[in-house]
């Protein structure tokens, strides 16, 4: 069974530049995270997805990040314009119904913001 | 809001046991326990689950006392490949995501 998917595993992009990082869950997993790691922080949980739904956004830093997940499969975060900040990694991860339940995490995405 | 206190780092040889104690004071009823371990440029990956008393699986065992305000994960016989970053969490079901919390984990170090 293939795990959680995270492209592009590495990501440099100038500030004011846009980037969309992609996440495939597990199949048949209703639930996907959003997480990141900044420079010497702890991982922080940005959001979590119900198959198509938010159910909660209250992580994403300011406006600057967009999540989707249409279809209740794959999920992009774009951050559109990227700042120097927002460098770090972002994870994404994914478990069936129950929330909260052992979550499967991806690779993670590094992000690097010149 | 579960908060998690952990030891910043801990070090050992191969072939010893190892005990990382965290403590949550603050656990809710329906609060589960939950150990996640982090290798250099990967994700989390889920290690262990438990309510109370003792879980056991082929990686770890989690004791759990009755109080349940503290969680103890011990690693038996370390190799160099269990040097990684331990997170211990707590939330439950009904909790919000945004609501588990990862901490700073403890670092483990394993020297041959």
């Known amino acids: 069974e293939a795990g959680v998917t995270q492209f592009p595993s590495h990501s440099v992009i100038e500030k004011g530049q846009t980037v969309t990082l992609r996440c495939d869950p597990i199949?048949?997993?209703?639930?996907l995270y959003w997480y990141r790691r900044v420079m010497g922080k702890e991982i922080k949980f940005l959001l979590h997805?119900?198959?198509?739904?938010?159910?909660?956004e209250s992580g994403m830093p300011n406006n600057r990040f967009l999540a989707e997940r249409t279809g209740g499969t794959y999920s992009t975060l774009k951050v559109q314009p990227a700042e120097l900040e927002d460098s770090g990694v972002y994870f994404c991860?994914?478990?069936?119904?129950?929330?909260?339940?052992?979550?499967?995490f991806g690779s993670g995405t590094q992000l690097s913001v010149l | 809001l579960a908060k998690t206190t952990q030891p910043i780092s801990m070090d050992s040889y191969e072939g010893q046991e190892v005990n990382i104690t965290c403590s949550h004071n603050?656990?809710?009823?329906?609060?589960?326990i939950t150990w996640y371990q982090q290798f250099p440029s990967q994700g989390p990956r889920f290690i262990i689950q438990?309510?109370?008393t003792k879980v056991t699986n082929e990686v770890a065992s989690l004791f759990i006392p009755a109080d349940r305000k503290s969680s103890t994960l011990s690693l038996p016989r370390v190799s160099l490949s269990d040097t990684a970053v331990y997170y211990c969490?707590?939330?439950?079901?009904?909790?919000?995501?945004?609501?588990?919390?990862f901490g700073s984990g403890t670092r483990l170090s394993i020297r041959p």
């Open positions: 991860a994914s478990s069936q119904q129950l929330r909260n339940e052992k979550l499967f």
């Open positions: 199949s048949g997993h209703d639930n």
């Open positions: 997805f119900v198959k198509e739904s938010k159910q909660d």
């Open positions: 603050n656990i809710a009823t329906n609060d589960y």
């Open positions: 438990g309510y109370k």
């Open positions: 969490l707590v939330g439950s079901p009904d909790s919000s995501a945004s609501k588990i919390i």
